[in-house]
């Protein structure tokens, strides 16, 4: 498909021209994208914002962390999966038609091609962070006047922490942990020749880039830790000097497996996790530059083969480069942004509930700080007529407030419920040790379904009002995380609609009590009715075009592969109906193909936040924007495994102005974005949009910065959505 230049206004431009694949047949599996190749090519779009000269440098070098600690992620859990179903000889294909076997192979192809790049943008980022007075040095580069600093910092330091392990009959080779970075070693004695295979962990526990006194002109000056390492081996191995070296890591299959008839969750994922960390080696990282002898002892200790080895010509480990973005060159960084505190709080002196009181309200992060949540819960914990309160956990920091508020109020004798998920991948260690703290507390802590992951996002206040009990309800599309809501674009529901507080209590009751909820008021739950009702309403607007009213579908998502419901889309598209996504990774849907998809088009966004609200939009009969359509938020994304294998909520908004803010103000900024869009084609390609000479381009992360959220706006209403306008530089 040859390059064109896309227009990503997806709100001011008409749907383009529909194109033929004559050489697919779109009735079959080739309708979809495979899901594994369309995250790969989020992540080159990641890696390309570490490419882009509009993006400051040490941000640039953070995008460049963030690419190398996804596809690490990737590796661990997607390729371990394959990797385990090719073993197991399942030839069962994907929803594409790819078996596990044809999919490693394209997925290796490819996954090699974006960790080259990666490699040759770190060397340009290098020499750039050289120019503006950030040096990376080599242990050859030591100065002389360094030597004394080096050799303190060495034995004080690091030195106490270092094991040096000889590798030979009576010294095994040892167990290396998922993500270890290590030095292997071929030493010789210097009194009589004698060879010495050894390895040097480095440990997690010191920075990967240790820091020298300023060089001329204040440079900050680094040295990567297995420089040092490599300059001190005579201290490490008394007698020895270095024939050869390389550096190496190692990544394990990091799934989960918990036995179905476990009697105790907590302690199944207890010994589930220590068995993560001797999971089976999936990938190593090995320098280019490796000794043949060093190489095949680690490939035959870690009994791995060849295509599982990645050569690395230059830097392993590329995910420690987050250590070099420094808070201290601030000039190299974003420009400092405080989020805001909504103005109806402000009026309202700081109390939470009474501004929920006087009318829902919808909060933007991180545009708007997520410390309204914790105060949410922190001003319930202290009210004295606050009888109860109960809160879905999935992720959440380790130093928790939201957790602190939860014992608190539980030690103030409220009732308390924690719905702790202790399946949330990576954070599961995390969960155990939030869940004993809040048993000690005194709260209620539940686990939820063995099968099922709860991963809606939901807390509710019950308070004493005069003679009856008010619900406080917040439903998020995020998690309850105080240092990822400071990247991550969710949406918080504040409200104390009474129906909205039934249907909340009904979902807590469904994954306490395995009550399956009836007769809900406003809310879908997966794996209940969710995926039913977005079919419902996508079946809804064709009903519309063939009435002969407008038929029109607005989405945004992080995902979207779950088949029945791009059938559905592709359906909807071929009876008339307009459907514009905005889904930021994976997305299994061909848009803009004759036939199939002709009204069908897609966009990701990815810029300075990472896009994570679910938000869905349908006309309703009347088109988009309109103040009749149904405007719906979500915790789930289109997805097999949110819609059949999880606890999600479906939340629609039926206030007037969080409506407008979610249809009018939100989905329009993202639509219209230019600035940080990429327009999927129908080949599966995705081009950004460039600009014209002088053109101006729309930023919707620049335009939230700088417009406060609708319902947070004090008296503001539905009428008085800003427009779509931003700052130059």
């Not at 040295?223 to 024939?243: M, W």
């Not at 995910?319 to 808070?327: A, K, P």
């Not at 019950?462 to 990822?484: K, S, W």
């Amino acid at each position: 498909m040859t390059s064109t230049r896309t227009d990503a206004d997806f709100l001011n431009t008409p749907f383009p021209a529909p194109v033929t694949l004559d050489e697919l047949d779109l009735s079959g599996p080739a309708r979809f994208f495979n899901r594994e190749l369309s995250w790969l090519a989020f992540n080159w779009r990641v890696l390309e914002e570490a490419e882009n000269v509009q993006v400051p440098l040490l941000e640039r070098v953070r995008f460049l962390s963030i690419s190398a600690a996804n596809l690490d992620e990737f590796y661990s859990v997607r390729v371990a999966g394959l990797r385990e179903l090719k073993r197991n000889g399942v030839t069962r294909p994907a929803a594409d038609g790819l078996s596990p076997s044809e999919q490693l192979v394209l997925i290796d192809e490819n996954a090699r091609r974006l960790m080259q790049r990666q490699q040759e943008v770190w060397e340009d980022l290098k020499a750039r962070m050289k120019e503006a007075g950030i040096a990376l040095l080599t242990r050859q580069q030591i100065e002389e006047q360094d030597q004394a600093h080096l050799a303190k910092l060495f034995l004080n330091q690091v030195f106490p922490v270092l094991t040096p392990l000889a590798i030979d009959p009576a010294h095994p080779f040892p167990f290396i942990p998922h993500g270890g970075l290590s030095l292997a070693l071929e030493l010789v004695r210097d009194k009589d020749g004698r060879r010495l295979n050894a390895l040097l962990p480095i440990p997690h526990q010191i920075n990967r880039f240790v820091p020298l006194p300023d060089g001329p002109e204040g440079t900050l000056r680094f040295l990567p830790l297995e420089e040092l390492l490599l300059a001190n081996i005579s201290s490490l191995f008394p007698g020895y000097r270095v024939k050869g070296a390389c550096a190496f890591r190692v990544l394990r299959d990091s799934d989960l497996e918990v036995e179905d008839e476990a009697e105790d969750l907590v302690r199944e994922f207890e010994t589930a996790l220590k068995r993560r960390r001797r999971g089976e080696v999936i990938r190593l990282s090995l320098s280019g530059d490796a000794p043949q002898s060093l190489r095949r002892l680690i490939m035959e200790s870690l009994d791995i083969s060849e295509d599982e080895v990645i050569r690395m010509h230059g830097m392993v480990g590329i995910s420690d480069l987050s250590e070099l973005v420094l808070d201290n060159r601030p000039d190299l960084l974003w420009p400092k942004f405080t989020p805001r505190v909504p103005e109806r709080v402000q009026d309202f002196e700081g109390d939470i509930l009474a501004a929920i009181r006087q009318k829902d309200m919808l909060l933007h992060h991180p545009y708007e700080t997520f410390d309204m949540v914790i105060r949410f819960l922190q001003q319930a914990a202290r009210d004295p007529d606050v009888l109860a309160i109960k809160q879905t956990l999935y992720r959440t920091s380790n130093d928790s407030p939201i957790v602190a508020a939860l014992c608190e109020a539980a030690e103030e004798g409220k009732s308390v419920t924690a719905l702790i998920e202790l399946k949330a991948r990576f954070d599961e260690a995390a969960n155990i040790r939030q869940s004993r703290r809040l048993e000690r507390a005194g709260a209620h802590v539940v686990y939820g379904f063995l099968d099922w992951k709860t991963h809606a996002k939901i807390s509710t206040v019950v308070r004493r009002e005069g003679d009856r009990l008010a619900t406080y309800t917040h439903f998020g599309t995020g998690n309850y995380h105080p240092i990822t809501a400071r990247v991550y674009t969710d949406l918080s529901l504040f409200t104390c609609n009474p129906a909205l507080g039934r249907d909340a209590t009904k979902v807590f009751n469904y994954v306490s009590g395995y009550a399956k909820p009836k007769d809900m008021e406003n809310l879908a739950i997966s794996p209940i009715n969710l995926k039913e009702r977005l079919l419902e309403r996508i079946d809804a607007e064709i009903e519309h075009v063939r009435a002969g009213r407008p038929g029109e579908i607005w989405a945004k998502l992080n995902a979207l592969i779950e088949s029945d419901v791009i059938d559905a889309l592709y359906r909807a598209s071929n009876e008339g109906v307009k459907i514009t996504l905005i889904v930021r990774g994976i997305c299994g849907l061909r848009p803009g193909i004759k036939g199939l998809s002709e009204n069908i088009r897609v966009k990701s966004i990815v810029g300075r936040f990472l896009e994570h609200s679910r938000i869905a939009c349908f006309g309703n009969g009347h088109g988009l924007p309109s103040k009749k359509a149904r405007v719906y938020i979500s915790s789930a994304d289109w997805m097999g495994r949110n819609l059949s294998r999880r606890v999600e909520t479906l939340v629609e908004i039926t206030n007037k102005t969080v409506h407008a803010q979610v249809m009018s103000q939100i989905m329009a900024a993202n639509l219209h974005d230019q600035a940080q869009s990429w327009v999927l084609r129908p080949d599966g390609s995705y081009v950004r949009h460039t600009a014209r000479p002088g053109e101006h381009l729309f930023s919707c992360h620049r335009f939230f910065m700088e417009n406060p959220s609708l319902s947070g706006r004090g008296s503001a209403g539905a009428r008085d959505v800003p427009e779509l306008t931003h700052t130059r530089d």
